[in-house]
């Protein structure tokens, strides 16, 4: 008898896909620095959540961003750049590029369940302890919840896909402690220019230009509270779009042939719908600070 020679089986690009998202995604949310983050999260947030004293509405939306975001976005960045363990899952069958960075996208979902989870531990405080309206300033509540989401959960996604696609791109020793460092002075430069105005659309236009900011700030033991200029809900989708060129210049790398072009079209949509929504982030909403007081009343910020 002649023995009749198979050729072994290949797995579906969907079934790798999947394999290495979920060996990334275990990795990511089995990461010390990722723990340590999430549990210095937790315990702000749980401690306001249990206190009726506490302001619930408060600029504690940096707890999130900032040790879930950005502890998330080295992570990534380290993840991407060492993925000899995700060959584990490869059984030594050729895999794609533009797969395996797909997986690390994908395990960005991590980060953005404990977003989300922290948004809704923040919406059942408010609604346990509801704060006075004055202190949601000139926004209603739909207003409000897109700011929390933003300030959270696309904060906690964005974050680490920006930290995929400097993995993949970025060849410079240090390149984490950069990527860190660029992202923190853009930040930073948007509220310095909006702190020293009154909200004119050169300064709201840099404030809503990065990929984390508030709108709303309290005066001095909380007597007042200050609505910044914008639109909440467009920045949101602003928020989304920067999400979804950082996967696209992320996967690009190592992208050949016909993946390369669709990608590409994929990302001349998301600059459009980007640049839609940021320039009417920038022109609605406010056109001046104003500021409330407990009593209710209202006062626009003068023009300087």
């Known amino acids: 008898m002649t023995a009749v020679a198979t050729r072994p089986r290949v797995p579906a690009p969907g079934s790798t896909l999947r394999v290495l998202a979920g060996v990334e995604a275990r990795r990511f949310a089995r990461h010390p620095l990722f723990l340590a983050g999430v549990a210095t999260c937790v315990i702000p947030t749980v401690t306001a959540a249990n206190d009726a004293n506490s302001d619930v509405l408060g600029g504690d939306g940096f ?3 900032l040790l879930v975001g950005v502890v998330s976005m080295v992570v990534a960045y380290q993840l991407t750049r060492s993925t000899r ?3 584990e899952a490869l059984h030594a069958v050729p895999t794609a ?3 395996r960075t797909g997986a690390l996208c994908l395990a960005c979902v991590v980060p953005a369940a404990a977003g989300v989870l922290w948004l809704a531990v923040k919406l059942i405080a408010i609604h346990r302890w509801p704060p006075q309206p004055w202190m949601f300033g000139t926004f209603g509540l739909g207003d409000r919840f897109a700011i929390l989401a933003g300030e959270s959960v696309l904060a906690c ?3 680490p896909l920006l930290g995929v696609a400097a993995g993949r ?3 410079i020793r240090g390149g984490a402690v950069l990527l860190v460092a660029g992202v923190t002075g853009w930040v930073t430069a948007g509220f310095a220019v909006a702190l020293n105005s009154t909200g004119g659309l050169l300064a709201t236009g840099l404030r809503l230009s990065t ?4 709108f709303l700030t309290s005066g001095k033991g909380y007597r007042s509270l200050d609505s910044w200029t914008g639109s909440p809900w467009w920045y949101l989708l602003w928020l989304v779009a920067l999400c979804g060129l950082a996967t696209i210049a992320a996967l690009l790398h190592g992208a050949t042939g016909g993946t390369r072009t669709r990608l590409l079209r994929v990302g001349a949509l998301f600059v459009i719908v980007g640049l839609l ?3 009417l982030a920038v022109t609605g909403g406010l056109r ?3 500021t409330v007081h407990p009593d209710g009343t209202r006062t626009a910020a003068a023009a300087r």
Request: hydrophobic share 50%; charged share 10%.
């Open 97 to 99: 590029a533009t797969t």
């Open 157 to 159: 996604l964005g974050a």
């Open 288 to 290: 001046r600070t104003v």
């Open 63 to 65: 707890f999130p961003a």
């Open 85 to 87: 363990r995700s060959a």
């Open 277 to 279: 929504a940021y320039g």
């Open 169 to 171: 791109w970025l060849r």
């Open 211 to 214: 990929p984390f900011t508030v």
